[in-house]
């Protein structure tokens, strides 16, 4: 690997899986780098990347993606990322060069733990850009996709010197803000903001359908509050259990602090009005002190 200040435009990049975040990492990676290579089994992606120019070349075989890579990025669900580390130990014995190993995986206690245990012509680095859609597939993919999105690094035992500032200017170069911390605290976090409204607005939709199942005028009566509040429920279920599956504890942690917060609400509740006021009160000032509300937004 070059040690060239802008190591990023002498590199090639091989993006493993063309989803929606490999998808919008090729876009947004266009004219930055040597080249883009992707590795993906599903044969209609592979020819809509063609077609639409987003890569330079498309393989679905890992051993001849890895054939052109400086940097390797791993955008497929959890689950398949670390069979594919797995993978890499058997392959290594064919790299003569260090090469970048970033995966984009939502959990990382996990993945962190497998990629310590990769050869050293590996340097390792999970990342996790906190950004997305519910619709998945490249046909949404988006090249603005990253842009001023919190990028989440945890470094490894085998991150280097080169390899960690090479991260950071792929996350500069996709527009996004980079933060580091280790991978449990990282999965304690989204297991509260991320996982949880998740099957919260699972749990939301489940609620009205069971009274719908008695009173099915229920679904004529949901406002654009209950759409906008139960959108993630649209969210790919695969996708979702992959990350569940991997961050369990954590996850169950965080159920138990939802309940207590509606345990709060309802004691508020069944005491009186101003009690439940002053709480609601004190939730909406954190709520947009974090997320400043500008009146367009209200219309």
Same mark, same amino acid.
């Given at each position: 690997?070059?040690?060239?200040? *802008? ?8 993006? =493993? ?24 089994? *599903? ?17 679905e075989?890992l ?10 990025v ?24 260090? =090469?970048?190993?970033? %995966? ?35 046909e949404?993919a988006? $090249? ?28 500069? $170069? ?7 911390? %280790? ?13 949880l ?15 719908? *199942?008695i ?16 959108r993630?429920?649209?969210? *790919?279920?695969?996708?979702l ?7 369990? /504890?954590?996850?169950?942690? $965080? ?5 207590i917060?509606?345990? /709060? ?11 439940l006021?002053?709480?609601?009160n004190?939730?909406?000032? =954190? ?9 367009s937004s209200?219309?």
């Amino acid at each position: 690997m070059k040690k060239s200040v *802008d190591l990023l435009s002498d590199s090639h990049i091989t993006i =493993v899986g063309l989803g929606l975040m490999g998808g919008s990492l090729a876009m947004a990676l266009q004219g930055k780098c040597a080249g883009i290579t992707a590795v993906e089994i *599903d044969s209609q992606t592979r020819h809509m990347a063609l077609e639409r120019e987003l890569v330079d070349n498309v393989t679905e075989s890992l051993e001849d993606g890895l054939k052109y890579a400086d940097i390797l990025v791993l955008a497929t669900p959890v689950r398949v990322i670390l069979e594919t580390l797995m993978k890499l130990i058997k392959l290594s014995k064919h790299i003569e060069k260090t =090469v970048l190993v970033l %995966d984009l995986g939502s959990t990382k206690t996990d993945i962190t733990s497998a990629m310590r245990l990769l050869p050293n012509n590996f340097a390792a680095i999970g990342g996790h850009p906190m950004c997305g859609k519910e619709t998945g597939g490249l046909e949404y993919a988006d $090249a603005s996709l990253y842009k001023n999105a919190v990028f989440v690094l945890t470094t490894t035992n085998n991150s280097d010197k080169i390899m960690h500032p090479l991260a950071k200017q792929i996350i500069s $170069a996709i527009g996004s803000i980079p933060i580091e911390m %280790d991978a449990e605290r990282h999965d304690q976090l989204v297991a509260l903001t991320s996982h949880l409204p998740y099957l919260l607005a699972c749990s939301l939709v489940s609620a009205v359908k069971s009274e719908g *199942d008695i009173d099915p005028m229920i679904w004529k009566m949901v406002s654009s509050g209950f759409k906008d509040t139960t959108r993630l429920a649209s969210s *790919d279920v695969q996708m979702l259990i992959d990350i569940i599956a991997t961050n369990k /504890e954590a996850i169950i942690r $965080a159920l138990n602090q939802q309940r207590i917060a509606i345990d /709060e609400l309802e004691i508020a509740l069944d005491e009186d009005l101003q009690s439940l006021q002053t709480s609601l009160n004190s939730i909406q000032t =954190v709520r947009n002190y974090h997320f400043p509300i500008s009146p367009s937004s209200l219309s």
